[in-house]
């Protein structure tokens, strides 16, 4: 069955994080996402969450977040069939897993979905499926089934409203061809093609394999006679993927705590025993890895902050170029106020990616990441299209021609570099035809970039940090300075 693609335009979204209201009371965070520019909310909801016990509806969350929607922006809901009485493995968190009984688990996606109907846009069934035992607990043909109910269920109550394929992510786009993640993938895509309208990848790894893994989602559909709109569901970075020795010394204390006899029945789980472990010989450890812990040096948390804010643009760009015309930011916020715990790996892994902090218990306090957002969206307001130039005699380069309505012509462009090192490279200069009466540039820190005028040719510097050129100035405030030594954003 064909149906409508993507609506037209591109929106850049933001996921409120995996748990909202599960943990803690709801909060507000729609406004904040719309704050920075955010035109797409994603929010996850837990089976459990909303039908508690056989029948009765608990609609808190699900109300909290249906109030605070503004009709600018559109909204993509995860559905987890987590549950602590009606899943194969009771859980009222991760892993989901398939539903005892099948019809049980249409009436409540019919239920929610009736609860949201004209406010939602996207629902999607659960997600990265293939993470089995992490993030979902069954089969393949488990999961094809589950969603064929889900699909049922969601255009039954509003037929509108597209579904979205739970998320492909590293474990299948970095991963070899005869992998078991690729397997379970490559099923379901085969034997699911009428039960999803739109293939979501998730945009993690190297940002310059991202047009590789959305080429890769459209050549699994096409193996099997189809193609269905890519949109991101996930995107960030840096993290450990992306820095070999980083993963290495990880990697070699996973395996010790792990394989290590247990001491007894109250000995730590061997996660935490790996964080323990890194903790312990922080002083050993690669630069490359210690940016990640927990009040790390001021100098790494600051080179951290400056990859997250270039990796806020390049990976959109990359994406948008590659056609994807929907990506969502991970994410916005820990999970509840007040959280820490230096020896949770999910939040050793991905916890400094949120884009805003609490100041006690208000969602006010903006990382450097999240004035890049709000400053790369202001800059792709209206953005219809973006499109690469191949710049002749400079394969370092990335350069991108953004087409925007109601908006003046707009470039993008950053130098191939390392991630890690790259902006101790030596700036390079570029020179660009711009017929047009005014050329203005500012980097992703907000600074502005000098530009040169020689009659119809511009020249301005290039690095790794990404610089957009346009005819418009930078509406105020622009100035995002982080600290390279201290760490703050000013």
């Known amino acids: 069955m064909e149906r409508e693609a993507t609506p037209p335009g591109i929106r850049l979204g933001i996921c409120r994080g995996i748990s909202y209201g599960l943990f803690g009371a709801p909060d507000a965070f729609v406004p904040q996402i719309r704050a920075l520019g955010g035109t797409l909310v994603r929010v996850y909801v837990y089976w459990g969450q909303v039908e508690p016990q056989p029948g009765r509806y608990d609609w808190t969350a699900v109300d909290a977040v249906l109030d605070q929607l503004d009709p600018a922006a559109e909204t993509w809901i995860t559905v987890c069939s987590s549950s602590p009485w009606a899943t194969r493995t009771p859980s009222k968190f991760l892993p989901s897993s398939p539903a005892n009984d099948s019809a049980h688990y249409a009436r409540f996606i019919d239920r929610l979905v009736s609860r949201c109907r004209g406010r939602v846009e996207y629902w999607q069934c659960d997600n990265e499926p293939s993470n089995t035992g992490l993030l979902w607990d069954g089969t393949a043909d488990d999961y094809v089934a589950q969603l064929a109910s889900f699909a049922r269920a969601v255009r039954e109550a509003e037929p509108g409203a597209r579904v979205v394929l739970g998320g492909c992510g590293y474990d299948v786009l970095s991963s070899p061809q005869d992998s078991p993640a690729r397997a379970f993938f490559d099923h379901v895509v085969e034997q699911a093609h009428d039960d999803y309208d739109l293939f979501c990848v998730n945009l993690y790894g190297d940002p310059q394999d991202i047009p590789a893994y959305v ?40 395996i010790a705590a792990f394989t290590a006899p247990a001491a007894g029945p109250d000995e730590e789980p061997p996660d935490r025993r790996t964080m323990r472990a890194l903790y312990e010989r922080v002083a050993e450890l690669p630069d490359t890895l210690r940016m990640f812990l927990a009040d790390c040096p001021p100098e790494l948390a600051a080179r951290r902050d400056r990859i997250n804010c270039r990796q806020i643009v390049t990976r959109n760009i990359l994406a948008l170029a590659a056609g994807v015309s929907r990506t969502v930011c991970w994410n916005l916020a820990p999970e509840i106020p007040g959280y820490r715990d230096r020896l949770n790996l999910m939040d050793f892994l991905f916890g400094k990616l949120a884009l805003l902090d609490y100041d006690g218990t208000d969602l006010t306090l903006r990382r450097p990441s999240a004035d890049t957002f709000a400053l790369l969206a202001g800059q792709l307001q209206g953005v219809a299209h973006v499109r690469r130039i191949l710049a002749e005699h400079r394969p370092d380069l990335r350069l991108f021609q953004v087409e925007r309505q109601g908006h003046g012509p707009l470039e993008v462009m950053w130098s191939a570099g390392d991630v890690f090192a790259g902006e101790e490279q030596p700036v390079t200069s570029i020179e660009r035809p711009w017929p047009y009466a005014a050329a203005h540039a500012v980097d992703a820190f907000g600074t502005p970039v000098p530009v040169e005028r020689d009659g119809a040719l511009v020249r301005l510097p290039v690095s790794v ?19 390279r030594r201290a760490g703050t954003t000013r």
């Open 215 to 254: 080429e890769d989602a459209r050549a699994m559909m096409r193996r099997h006679g189809y193609e269905r709109p890519v949109v991101a569901g996930e995107y960030n970075g840096p993290t450990l993927f992306e820095f070999p020795e980083a993963q290495a010394a990880f990697q070699q204390e996973m």
């Open 465 to 483: 940090t990404p610089v957009f050129l346009s005819t418009e100035p930078t509406p105020e405030p622009t100035a995002i300075t982080v600290d």
